[in-house]
């Protein structure tokens, strides 16, 4: 009895044992469990807190962001009602009547005055007025590619403000400043279509849908004029009142591939004589072959001198480029072709003048054409040498474009003249 009761005493003791380090462990347990909730609340707090400071810094940009929105709407409206003032002043339209009546005396207007006239319309009339439309048109038709870009540039985005359909040059494209900070386009962004704008740019070429039987989709006066060049140069010919001489001076070598010829731009000094009419040469390119024909052949090549006078006329003088030995001059122009496109490439210590690609002589084929790259404008005075001067085969073959000519135009009526 004695050992039973021994007996159930140890095991009691050891079971009181077991209940309460059983005890002991769920204290524990209980304990880490609220520990660890703890923790996870504290990190979730974490986080919080931290989105919510991130929030804030976004809220303080946004406050900024408005805060120089509203100093930009309000430069707008100081804008805008000056825009008011200026249209107000001109609502009467008497200053364009004068204007018109003015010019109407006069035998042919600049495009930057033709340009000034139909602005002064948009102001007196608006925009839906088709005189306003008309008048920038007829900017475009009279403006002198590369030349007088900005007028060409100021009648495209005014007829493009006016919801007309009109294809923007590259040019004259108006850049985000930001954008033009962050990247500088290359060259074959610049003649890149933007499909679906009011205006885009516009890609011309002399194959497929940009060729020349495709440039008065963009260009009209490509297509609708009635004295464009090249020509075929044939006989009978009247004689010709004009006599030429150039003047031309050596400079430092300019030269630029624009993407559809190379160009030599010259500085100003050298110049061309017609009559007592002088003439600066602006720049001079090449075709691949002669856009003009002579008795309907073309020579390998042709040099073009683009002439302007004060009073805004243009002369060019062709010089035609025959298959024959090598040309001094063009090894030095070959030589140092530019290594990108788009940018005037100006080699150190190189000096170049362009008399070295005349003839002898300066007998010429003459007649009224055009400029032969878009956009066409007419009143360009022709003077093709009837001698030319040789190239070498190897020098044609290493000009960058297989062929940048266009095709010969209708004659129209129009006469040559040969001296």
């Avoid at 008795?295 to 006078?309: L, P, R, T």
């Avoid at 007998?363 to 001698?387: D, H, Q, R």
Wanted: overall charge neutral; aromatic content about 6%.
């Amino acid at each position: 009895m004695q050992k039973i009761k021994d007996f159930v005493k140890k095991y009691a003791r050891l079971a009181l044992e077991i209940l309460l380090i059983s005890g002991l462990v769920a204290a524990l347990g209980l304990a880490y469990w609220n520990f660890a909730g703890k923790k996870h609340v504290v990190k979730e707090l974490a986080e919080l807190a931290e989105q919510v400071e991130a929030a804030q810094e976004d809220t303080e940009k946004v406050k900024e962001a408005l805060e120089a929105s509203e100093k930009a709407m309000q430069a707008l409206e100081d804008k805008q009602h000056e825009f008011e003032a200026v249209k107000s002043a001109f609502a009467n339209g008497v200053l364009l009547q004068d204007i018109e009546t003015l010019y109407k005396a006069q035998k042919s207007l600049t495009t930057e005055r033709q340009v000034g006239l139909a602005a002064l319309r948009l102001l007196t009339k608006g925009a839906e007025d088709p005189d306003t439309v008309a008048a920038f048109e007829k900017s475009l038709e009279m403006a002198e590619w590369n030349t007088r870009l900005q007028s060409v540039c100021a009648a495209q985005n005014a007829l493009a403000a006016a919801g007309q359909k009109v294809t923007l040059l590259s040019e004259c494209q108006r850049k985000s400043p930001a954008k033009d900070k962050d990247k500088e386009p290359d060259a074959k962004d610049k003649h890149a279509k933007k499909e679906g704008d009011k205006g885009h740019d516009v890609h011309w070429g002399y194959e497929g849908d940009n060729g020349p039987e495709h440039w008065g989709a963009n260009f009209p006066i490509c297509a609708k004029g009635k004295k464009q060049s090249p020509l075929n140069i044939i006989g009978p010919f009247e004689k010709s009142k004009d006599t030429i001489a150039v003047a031309y001076k050596e400079g430092p070598l300019k030269i630029l591939n624009n993407g559809h010829t190379i160009q030599v731009n010259v500085e100003p000094g050298s110049t061309l004589k017609v009559n007592k009419d002088e003439f600066e040469l602006l720049q001079f390119h090449f075709h691949r072959p002669s856009e003009e024909q002579i008795d309907g052949k073309n020579s390998a090549m042709v040099a073009h001198f683009v002439h302007k006078s004060a009073a805004g006329k243009l002369a060019v003088v062709g010089v035609l480029l025959n298959e024959g030995k090598d040309n001094a001059a063009i090894k030095t122009l070959w030589a140092n072709l530019p290594p990108t496109e788009g940018q005037e490439h100006v080699p150190a210590k190189v000096k170049f003048n362009p008399s070295a690609l005349m003839p002898a002589s300066m007998s010429f084929y003459a007649y009224e054409g055009s400029l032969t790259t878009p956009p066409c404008t007419e009143g360009v005075n022709f003077y093709i040498l009837k001698t030319g001067v040789d190239i070498s085969k190897a020098q044609v073959a290493k000009f960058p474009f297989k062929m940048n000519a266009r095709p010969v135009q209708n004659l129209n009526g129009r006469k040559i003249s040969a001296d």
